[in-house]
């Protein structure tokens, strides 16, 4: 079979070079990613080499067995859970992680698919971003696969990925709030271009109407996931005896925050505001008091993500879409409401 | 001059195969690690180019342009900080970043040695741990140059080496506290048999003695630097009426489980207790109040180790040691300690 795969690989590039009209030494560059092939020739042998759906079979001898990893934000507190994900799969499979930044949510730097093309991993992971048509297309004719690690909950529906369920987090960290007799419950959500906040945010909404509470406008807020924004939000939220009795707080490091200003207001928590966070990193359990959180799998999505990789049936092809569970992990941070 | 050391090179490999009577092939072998020559003759050979002080020269074509970071330990909370310092150098030369995990912090995993010589990374950096002997000969003889990040201070002293400047960094934490006053301060420090743990507790001493305060044994704890560790100790440390009014925690894990005993004893950070960490990783800033604590350049470390894998004079053959300075940043878990 490897060898029939092999014959239909060469009939496919003398087709590709025969219709582009060039030589197959020169499909043969646009293939390996070198630079001496003008743009034209490349996009045209590009284009062709995806119309036959041709796809490179992989040569494990030449090579090197790196699974890449790439980040746009390198400084995110979720990035250590999925490297050690990828990193889990990759030992099971004798790879290597490699790991790169890109420069932006949507265009890697310039140096970087030249990297990869040089580099040949069995696969990339992407954190959190998409890529241009043309990358896509030239990762593709280098049969290189792409899988997205996608909380944000945002898939390019052309690319595998693999993200959790965040309506389904926000209600439950809603309804544990609402469990405990809170009524006036206040969200600090995610930024307002990003669909995982607005799920969070439906998800706590639907939870108030289940409980038969009204939102109210004031308590629905809008952060940027950071401690600094849980922070400033919080500020304004417990100033005044209108005060909310608790705050889901879209994310742990907002709730970092929430616990900050609770501390600066003098308030206690949890007997005088209850605090739920939001992807259960390490720092959850260690903070005081310990949060009660919504866990996101990072760890196992990274696995999950790495797995679709290097599934035989070439994960190219097949776009799918994962998403793992959310589920709530009670610590100190959350009390029934006391008598007010 | 390339030109010199690939003739020298080849007149020493000659010279290496006849000693050892062995064809050059095999020599050849023996540098590119392949599992096709047997144990006596791989050792002969090897130890033969490294008395011969063979180097292969670097060539950047052949070998694809990583940089390999090996930790013991991933879960560790400086692993972030310690990756993105590598990566930064990385980046200025347009190399990438490979992560392994070794075994144990003295024995690589078997199948490690046989990966880093078939991927040929421009350098190894590892992470507070060492290698035994005929790896570390083994790096040498396929020009593979290792450094050490070392922030535990117990380095090996054959390879080059970055730590920081434990002994000052516990001096600093302690003469804080008793510039604001404090005289039963308690220190929770490291593991008893890490160098790193034993300085900082010497540096706390000194600023004890040029104080003129007494140091009492029971105010003195080995920990192990993890958030457990440094709840255990302070619950028992604030347990009754002699308690200390200041903590130096030893690192800000250990800090955190000091703010958490706090809160579960009663006593309010800074104004009933003051505590200070050690290392200043990001959660430092987020923990409620922010910690005040010893800065450790973990970032700084790593570019610095990374720079000196790439530096022109082969950094193999120079055994070097650079300690970085720690200083102390104040936040709000101190203050002037109260009239009692």
Redesign the interface.
Known sequence: MHDDDEMSGRITLATVAKEAGVSMPTVSKVLNGRSDVSRTTRAKVERLLDVHGYRRRTQSASR???I?IVFHE??S?W??EL??GV?NVA?EN?A??????SGTRHTPAP?WLP?VL??RPLGVVLVFSTLPEDIKRQLRAAAIPLVVIDPAGDPDPDVPSVGSANWAGGLAATRHLTDLGHERVAIITGPEDMLCSLARLDGYRSAMAMAGLETDPRLMRFGDFH?QSGFEHAMDLLNGPDRPTAVFAGSD?QA??V??A??VRGLRVPEDLSVVGYDDV??A??????LTTVHQPLRHMAEEATRMLLRPDDPGTATQRIELATRLVVRQSTARLQGV
């Open positions: 090197s067995p790196l890449e390198l400084e507190i990035a250590m490297i050690r990193e030992k004798r290597t992680v490699a790991l790169t930044e140096e990297g040089q580099r401690v490091l970092l925050g616990l900050e609770a501390r390490p720092l359990q260690w903070s005081s008091p310990p």
